[in-house]
């Protein structure tokens, strides 16, 4: 198993993730496809095997985290989707405070780069940031204590952690879709569980490639909300459709 996920992480923008997460989607890979299975169970597995295994886990690692991140490097540019909104960052946090009002506390869960964006925010607001490894962690931690910014840094599996500390907004940028196979399911119990008043959650118009998606609208989505009972204003930008949710 160790050298596997040896393997698995020798991608550069895997390499980051904790061995306990690689050997989660590792296992749910084998649990899928019994004849490797039995053979990694007997010792029988062969090169090609490994191989095959090796990039399926990687495929879905990368949906999940890779495919955000194009360095290691604490800057805006590291990170695909706050890439993308340089230079809206005042405007797009203007227009959700204009509806959310201007809040005392933000969770930004999966929250990549964002807390370098600390500083469109404002200084006198507290600020939760969620990620995934503990390197990313590390990484936020250390910028939180430079620039002496208010807030903590929580790491989590959204897939199976919900227990966050209460916030007035809770930011779900660009997350939803990458969940796993359930996501549609995990995407309602996160919203159902956050303790927000209200919740700003967006999904991408655009690939990886930067191309325009054929279906970029989320139906299942907004059909969730309404069926929850949760009211929603939605806005576009060029890459991305942004959901102001209001829970309580």
């Known amino acids: 198993m160790k050298e596997i996920i040896k393997k698995i992480k020798s991608k550069k923008t895997l390499d980051r993730l904790d061995d306990t997460f690689v050997e989660s989607f590792l296992n749910i890979f084998l649990k899928k496809n019994s004849k490797l299975n039995k053979k990694y169970l007997d010792g029988e597995l062969k090169k090609k095997d490994i191989r095959i295994i090796v990039k399926s886990v990687r495929n879905n690692l990368n949906r999940f985290y890779g495919q955000f991140w194009t360095s290691d490097k604490l800057k805006l540019e590291s990170h695909r989707s706050t890439k993308e909104r340089l230079g809206i960052y005042d405007k797009l946090y ?104 209200y919740i700003v959650a967006s999904f991408s118009t655009k690939n990886v490639k930067g191309k325009k998606m054929n279906y970029p609208k989320r139906g299942w989505f907004e059909i969730m909300l309404r069926r929850i009972g949760y009211r929603f204003v939605k806005f576009d930008t060029n890459n991305e459709v942004f959901y102001i949710i209001k829970k309580l």
């Open 94 to 197: 203007s227009f959700i405070f204009s509806i959310t009002c201007r809040p005392k506390t933000i969770l930004d869960l999966a929250c990549g780069l964002n807390p370098l964006t600390y500083k469109n925010i404002g200084n006198d607001i507290y600020f939760i940031a969620v990620e995934l490894t503990e390197y990313d962690c590390g990484k936020i931690k250390e910028y939180f204590e430079r620039e002496n910014i208010k807030g903590e840094v929580i790491r989590a599996d959204l897939r199976t952690y919900n227990t966050f500390p209460s916030a007035d907004l809770c930011f779900m940028f660009k997350i939803l879709d990458s969940l796993g196979g359930n996501n549609n399911l995990i995407a309602e119990n996160l919203i159902r569980s956050v303790k927000a008043k």
